[in-house]
Nanobody, 119 residues
Framework: QVQLVESGGGLVQAGGSLRLSCAASGRTFTTYRMGWFRQAPGKEREFVARIFWTSGYTYYADSVKGRFTISRDNAKNTIYLQMNSLKPEDTAVYYC????????????WGQGTQVTVSS
């Protein structure tokens, strides 16, 4: 089993920044890609960003492009989400996820971390 643990959430004013971390542990960790998702109250979970573990290639949702940056530290089995210029509409529970190699879906999920942006 793989465990994903997010950290770094909190309360920030609009225009501020936060950095989320997601550390993977458990069995020998191999992954094809990892991603960040978020779910706001009353809304469906939505994709935020993903990174391919070997190549480092990244992809972002249009709503966060230019403001958020996903990165990885292979040695630490950790990914990060640097969030700048935060807006109230970024308020949500943020989840990290890992695709262990299915290439079709994310098969491991973290417990989530709350991000609240006040106006």
């Amino acid at each position: 089993q793989v465990q994903l643990v997010e950290s770094g959430g909190g309360l920030v004013q609009a225009g501020g920044s936060l950095r989320l971390s997601c550390a993977a542990s458990g069995r020998t960790f191999t992954t094809y890609r990892m991603g960040w998702f978020r779910q706001a109250p009353g809304k469906e979970r939505e994709f935020v960003a993903r990174i391919f573990w070997t190549s480092g290639y990244t992809y972002y949702a249009d709503s966060v492009k230019g403001r958020f940056t996903i990165s990885r530290d292979n040695a630490k089995n950790t990914i990060y989400l640097q969030m700048n210029s935060l807006k109230p509409e970024d308020t949500a529970v943020y989840y990290c996820a890992a695709d262990s190699g299915t290439r079709r879906s994310y098969d491991y999920w973290g417990q989530g971390t709350q991000v609240t942006v006040s106006s």
